[in-house]
């Protein structure tokens, strides 16, 4: 699939959702960043923008990217409502083509799934790559089918945070995988509907 039609994709999914006056973050960064220490993070695939906002409302300097100019639009939006404009930036990019410059101490991918072709363990190679020494990388996956899940076949395989880091192929070296996890929890999807589901959490250390 060719940039443009990602993109047009994508735009559609936010179009069709009314936008968010103040999205929430998701549990999973909340959990692990509480108690880090500011600094520049990068968000991929911003969606919502309710992490983005999270980090900087907390003093982050926060880059926030997704293919979606109106997810982008929108977030940009939103940060000027809520005052931390000069802390987060929103970017349109296709991380595959166009990743985000610079060096982050954190780094964050909530839900990189996309139904398109997508390479992503070499996105978040990258991610890995973009770290600080001494920065995190987070990437928190769905572990379970929700009931608004694209895709519904019961057979299908969510790969583990294990398995997720293996395919990244960092160096041990370089990189330390301080959790791999599956955690449960009840979730809201688009529709109100609720249901338990599992997240895949990985969260991974580049070396001092």
């Known amino acids: 699939m060719s940039t443009s039609d990602a993109t047009t994709f994508w735009d559609g999914v936010y179009a069709a959702r009314p936008a968010a006056d103040s999205p929430q ?28 906002l999270w980090l900087a409302r907390r003093g982050w300097r926060v880059t926030a990217a997704d293919i979606s100019a109106v997810a982008v ?8 409502a809520h005052e931390v404009e000069r802390r987060l930036t929103s970017l349109q990019a296709d991380l595959q083509a166009s990743f985000p410059p610079g060096e982050f101490d954190l780094v ?21 790559h973009a770290l600080r020494p001494g920065g995190r990388l987070l990437v928190v996956d769905h572990g379970s089918t929700a009931p608004w899940s694209w895709n519904q076949d019961p057979a299908f395989h969510y790969p583990s ?5 293996a395919g990244i192929g960092l160096e041990p070296q370089g990189w330390t995988v301080e959790r791999a996890d599956a955690l449960r929890r009840m979730a ?21």
């Open 25 to 52: 973050p998701n549990v999973r960064l909340t959990e692990a960043a509480a108690s880090l220490l500011p600094g520049d993070a990068l968000d991929l695939g911003c969606g919502n923008g309710g992490d983005a």
């Open 73 to 80: 639009e929108r977030l940009a939006a939103l940060a000027r």
């Open 108 to 128: 964050c991918a909530h839900y990189l799934h996309t139904p398109k072709e997508f390479d992503r363990a070499a996105v978040l190679r990258t991610a890995a």
């Open 161 to 165: 945070a294990r398995e997720v880091a």
């Open 188 to 208: 809201t999807g688009p529709d109100g509907r609720t249901a338990e589901v599992t997240d895949h959490v990985l969260l991974i250390r580049r070396a001092t």
